[in-house]
């Protein structure tokens, strides 16, 4: 969802959409299920991105540079980074 000045201002998660009665769903959707989406930046490491969603609940965040957005990570993203690298090391050390 983008604000009227053209910036992300949050994210409707499917599940939400699919909880709402049928009859509503050709309506606009509703200001209470957007979520926020938190902000990392690009050289944010991946465990403090993973931090960040885990604190928020969000499944995204918006990816940002010199405040400029410059993308989007999903938690499964982060996950299989943390996941490749863990048995990377596992591999290496056998």
Known sequence: MTSS???LGGY???K?????D???R???IHRELIRPLPVVARTDALRPVLETMRNTGAHLAAVSENGLLIGIVTL??????LVGQIRGQARGAS
């Open 5 to 7: 000045d053209g910036h």
């Open 12 to 14: 409707v998660h499917t």
């Open 26 to 28: 050709a309506q606009p």
């Open 76 to 81: 499964e993203d982060v996950l299989a980074e």
């Open 16 to 20: 939400d959409l699919l909880a709402n």
């Open 22 to 24: 049928p009859g509503l």
